[in-house]
């Protein structure tokens, strides 16, 4: 069955530095999300994308926030200055077509910030 | 604002049914979702159903929905070990770029022998 590959699995990045979380999606779906879940909290929306611009965005997803897809396949998540706060759990997903089916998620990068 | 809410935990015993729970708030939802998480792991689709259904049965796996009351609920039929997990109840709104789910807390189900 087809699926979300998210790499790395887990990411250990000093403050302040850039992180890049990587996704690949499943092959024939046109809609990308990322979601995150800080230990023990909820999984919360940050940004959701289609034709190539961010369609919708959480509060969460400032200005240190930004997402690509810059190839065919993949779909990234850059952090620009890494803040404490943003040590989390990252969770990518991806719907087809239909814009209103079950999104399918990968397992998570676990971004740790020292 | 959307918001969902679960009970965060819940034990059973091993062949016995397991009902989680889950409230939500937003009547313009158009799926509700099931999802389940074990240890260091993704977030697996379980089940889904559609705002306009009442219920859904899918192997051991029972959804039901009353749009009414906003209330979703996700009942497993003998329920065994390797069904342990967070559960996670999810809204789905739809927006001008594929749909935005809002989670619960999870219910963290714990099967013993």
Redesign the interface.
Known sequence: EPEVTQTPSHQVTQMGQEVILRCVPISNHLYFYWYRQILGQKVEFLVSFYNNEISEKSEIFDDQFSVERPDGSNFTLKIRSTKLEDSAMYFCASSDAGGDQPQHFGDGTRLSIL | GEDVEQSLFLSVREGDSSVINCTYTDSSS??L?W?KQEPG?????LT?IFSNMDMKQDQRLTVLLNKKDKHLSLRIADTQTGDSAIY?C?E?I?????????????TQLKVEL
Request: charged share 5%; hydrophobic share 30%.
């Open positions: 158009t799926y979702y999802y792991a993704g977030l697996q689709l889904y996670f999810a789905s739809l927006t001008g770029g594929g749909n935005k789910l809002t989670f619960g807390t999870g």
